[in-house]
């Protein structure tokens, strides 16, 4: 993991107000969260099972995150590396899975592989934060 020191760190918005902006700059809204944080991700490279993600958090200061109107704020961005098995999956549920569909998905390798070339991706993340935080600085709350 990477930690970025960017702008937005701190800043504080409307949900609403920023969820289209982020989503427009290639970042999603994580829907798994809880009512008080949440997180934006964005990919930023894939080859296979291995991805780089861009992700930030956020916190609710006042509302719920399921509603526009929560004034959430910024935590600090990070590059994050996330390997999963591509293959096949070959532990005792796999016969259950594959014959009934229950899980679709595998049990992640790594949810936090090393990242090489760190300066690549925080120099990426970095300029990925920016782009998004020129978009909302209008739409920022004291």
């Not at 992640?108 to 690549?120: G, M, Q, V």
Request: hydrophobic share 35%; aromatic share 14%; glycine share 10%.
């Amino acid at each position: 993991m990477i930690q970025l020191q960017t702008e937005i760190e701190g800043k504080r918005a409307y949900f609403g107000a920023v969820r289209d902006i982020f989503h427009s700059h290639g970042c999603s809204f994580c829907s798994n969260f809880d009512y008080d944080q949440g997180k934006f991700d964005a990919l930023l490279w894939r080859d296979g099972g291995e991805s780089i993600y861009l992700r930030v958090p956020i916190y609710v200061l006042d509302g719920a995150l399921d509603h526009t109107s929560a004034l959430v704020e910024f935590g600090t961005p990070f590059v994050i590396k996330h390997v999963v098995n591509i293959g096949l999956d070959h532990d005792e549920n796999s016969f259950i899975t594959g014959t009934t569909g229950l899980d679709q998905f595998q049990t992640p390798l790594d949810n936090d592989d090393y990242i090489y070339d760190k300066s690549r991706w925080t120099k990426a993340g970095e300029e990925a934060i920016q782009q998004v935080y020129s978009s909302i600085n209008g739409f920022l709350v004291s």
